[in-house]
């Protein structure tokens, strides 16, 4: 696409390249919960997933695209046909489908990995881009590696892909190895050395290895390419990949350098984004992270506070609201009806049509009656168990814990499982051990414990709990997590959160390993 268009796409890959980012799987219902709310946020294409990597993967490709109308649905392929086809098949579906294909084009892959000559990959682009084109309109193609890749040999791969009908080609650095100024005469030399690279969009997918990606996706913006490639909160593999909210709002905030480019993102759904996505893979971002943590609007210094009270502007570059953040943490309380827990739940990215409305409501109730303040961590802990269990094998009911310095530690726990309900006891070192114990004896587990940490959702004595634990088995991470006002039920919650995603994984064979492009 020209550089004269001020369009810059969003393509956002949390569901595929985010998604491999350890422990940060998530299962059919998740995806397609965060896919809503992507599609709310208004980014121009969403990456499903890798649809031969597994039939977890196929589903939720095919889930998405049959229920996401308004955006680009696309399906990542590697170049055999036999990927092709399952690509295709999973977005059948979609409205607006779009398959990308990938192989690597550096030296060291083609010496390492691959074991092909340069030639041979010439030839697997033209063959697998025609290939696509011949069902779908809108084929993306990327060289894997590209910022290691020879550049009159990376010229030579765009030109194929784009005359065998690819309309978007994505120059990734994979390995996050690049630097801005390297990027940008990258991008120029493609630009000048690649035939009718003006008619299709180019694309910038950046890793943050070295803490660049987003300065790496802004400097290929302003030569002259047309998408970036992200995801929220900046999750991935190893440091993660571009920050989408980052790039939106660096482009927003500052339109006396962005040379007129905007997005399409509506800014005020970033945080709930944010947040959702938190809530759904358990993992919270730094208090320091730029636009979306706890601490970008936070102001401790008597001279900021002083400059802020005064005038905003003195210390803050944009609002909280322009992101979707609300300004009154504060949020509910006891005497709160359900029009307003629907609003709040709305402000915080959460669906209501999407989780058990008068089941979370009954728990907000409830916790109001305990705590004096209810704040929005706390409504975010409340429905977080009801976005995700429509396919869960385990479900927790109860716990007693015997435990204290004259006893030793003991646990009875009862699940749910198979929709029978079920009694365990254990001991352990410790009541949390033997919480767990009971637990791993109920689900006749065979994973590890990887992590365990334990936070305070909010400040005060009556603060929920938060437990994050981390388990592995064969190999494959995941993360789960649980909140209560007594931490081991938060525990129990937590693990049996983790498990759950285990065995959904364990119930679909992965087919091939995705990765990075």
């Given at each position: 696409?020209?550089?004269?268009?001020?369009?810059?796409?969003?393509?956002?890959?949390?569901?595929?390249?985010?998604?491999?980012?350890?422990?940060?799987?998530?299962?059919?219902?998740?995806?397609?919960?965060?896919?809503?709310?992507?599609?709310?946020?208004?980014?121009?294409?969403?990456?499903?997933?890798?649809?031969?990597?597994?039939?977890?993967?196929?589903?939720?490709?095919?889930?998405?695209?049959?229920?996401?109308?308004?955006?680009?649905?696309?399906?990542?392929?590697?170049?055999?046909?036999?990927?092709?086809?399952?690509?295709?098949?999973?977005?059948?579906?979609?409205?607006?489908?779009?398959?990308?294909?990938?192989?690597?084009?550096?030296?060291?892959?083609?010496?390492?990995?691959?074991?092909?000559?340069?030639?041979?990959?010439?030839?697997?682009?033209?063959?697998?881009?025609?290939?696509?084109?011949?069902?779908?309109?809108?084929?993306?193609?990327?060289?894997?590696?590209?910022?290691?890749?020879?550049?009159?040999?990376?010229?030579?791969?765009?030109?194929?892909?784009?005359?065998?009908?690819?309309?978007?080609?994505?120059?990734?650095?994979?390995?996050?190895?690049?630097?801005?100024?390297?990027?940008?005469?990258?991008?120029?030399?493609?630009?000048?050395?690649?035939?009718?690279?003006?008619?299709?969009?180019?694309?910038?997918?950046?890793?943050?290895?070295?803490?660049?990606?987003?300065a790496n996706s802004l400097a290929a913006v302003f030569a002259g390419a047309r998408q970036i490639e992200c995801t929220v909160n900046g999750i991935g593999e190893r440091a993660g990949n571009t920050a989408m909210e980052e790039v939106v709002m660096a482009l927003k905030t500052r339109p006396d350098m962005a040379q007129g480019l905007s997005t399409h993102v509506n800014t005020e759904e970033i945080y709930p984004t944010s947040r959702l996505l938190s809530s759904i893979i358990g993992v919270s971002v730094q208090p320091n992270k730029a636009i979306v943590g706890q601490n970008a609007f936070a102001h401790e210094a008597g001279i900021h506070q002083h400059g802020v009270l005064q005038a905003a502007i003195t210390y803050e570059i944009m609002t909280p609201q322009s992101i979707g953040r609300p300004s009154n943490e504060l949020v509910l309380g006891k005497h709160s009806g359900r029009h307003a827990f629907r609003n709040r739940l709305a402000e915080l990215g959460i669906d209501s049509e999407s989780i058990d409305f008068e089941e979370s409501f009954k728990r907000f109730k409830d916790l109001a009656d305990k705590k004096k303040i209810v704040y929005n961590e706390d409504i975010e802990a409340i429905v977080a168990d009801s976005v995700t269990h429509t396919d869960d094998r385990f479900e927790f009911s109860q716990l007693t814990v015997l435990t204290g310095t004259f006893a030793v530690p003991n646990a009875t726990v009862e699940l749910v499982i198979d929709g029978e309900p079920r009694k365990a006891t254990a001991g352990g070192v410790g009541p949390v051990d033997a919480v767990f114990k009971a637990v791993s004896d109920l689900t006749e587990t065979k994973s590890d414990l990887v992590r365990y940490q334990v936070n305070a959702i909010t400040a005060g004595l009556d603060a929920q709990g938060e437990v994050t634990v981390t388990i592995s088995e064969d190999g494959r991470k995941v993360i789960g997590h649980g909140a209560h006002y007594d931490v081991l039920v938060a525990s129990a919650k937590a693990y049996v959160h983790a498990l759950n995603k285990l065995e959904w994984h364990k119930q679909r064979h992965t087919v091939a390993e995705p990765k990075g492009i």
């Open positions: 696409m020209s550089a004269t268009d001020n369009a810059v796409w969003i393509f956002d890959t949390t569901l595929r390249d985010g998604e491999q980012s350890p422990g940060c799987s998530m299962n059919l219902s998740e995806k397609l919960t965060l896919a809503r709310q992507l599609e709310r946020l208004g980014v121009d294409v969403i990456e499903a997933g890798f649809p031969i990597a597994s039939d977890g993967d196929f589903e939720s490709v095919k889930a998405i695209a049959e229920e996401v109308r308004g955006t680009i649905i696309c399906g990542l392929s590697r170049t055999g046909r036999e990927d092709i086809d399952r690509a295709l098949q999973a977005l059948e579906p979609a409205a607006k489908p779009r398959v990308h294909i990938f192989i690597a084009t550096s030296d060291i892959h083609l010496e390492h990995k691959l074991r092909m000559e340069r030639d041979e990959v010439i030839q697997e682009i033209d063959r697998a881009v025609r290939r696509a084109r011949e069902y779908v309109d809108d084929v993306e193609f990327s060289a894997e590696d590209a910022t290691r890749t020879d550049w009159d040999f990376l010229a030579m791969v765009f030109d194929t892909a784009i005359a065998a009908g690819a309309s978007t080609i994505n120059v990734p650095d994979t390995v996050g190895y690049t630097m801005p100024e390297e990027y940008t005469r990258l991008m120029q030399h493609l630009s000048a050395n690649v035939p009718g690279v003006n008619k299709v969009r180019m694309s910038a997918h950046c890793h943050n290895d070295l803490g660049l990606g987003v």
